[in-house]
């Protein structure tokens, strides 16, 4: 079983950045690939990066290209959300997802293992 624990979150102004780290527990880490998703009051939770096994292959949501960046250290088991030039509209709890697969993924249900989330708040 892999366990995910989210750190990293805070109150920063507009344009600051943030990073958030996920430390994953378990052997699976190096063969799975990761996950960023948010979930902001009222709204449906939404993929906002995506990381294969190897780091090689990176995707994300077009709210987020450009400023966010993910990556991962197989060594240490954990992944990263580099957070630049945040908006208001970031505000959100954020959760590390991985799933039993290699390749990158975009829906909710195609992930296997959740954090329990960091909340990143951005004010204007």
């Known amino acids: 079983q892999v366990q995910l624990v989210e750190s990293g979150g805070g109150l920063v102004q507009a344009g600051g950045s943030l990073t958030l780290s996920c430390a994953a527990s378990?052997?699976?880490?190096?063969?799975?690939?990761m996950g960023w998703f948010r979930q902001a009051p009222g709204k449906d939770r939404e993929i906002v990066a995506t990381?294969?096994?190897?780091?090689?292959?990176?995707d994300y949501t077009d709210s987020v290209k450009g400023r966010f960046a993910i990556s991962r250290d197989n060594a240490k088991q954990t992944v990263y959300l580099q957070m630049n030039s945040l908006k208001p509209e970031d505000t959100a709890t954020y959760y590390c997802?991985?799933?039993?697969?290699?390749?990158?993924?975009?829906?909710?249900?195609?992930?296997?293992?959740w954090g329990q989330g960091t909340q990143v708040t951005v004010s204007s």
């Open positions: 997802a991985g799933r039993r697969q290699q390749m990158i993924a975009f829906r909710n249900v195609e992930y296997d293992y």
């Open positions: 378990g052997r699976t880490f190096s063969s799975s690939a």
């Open positions: 990381i294969s096994f190897s780091g090689y292959t990176t």
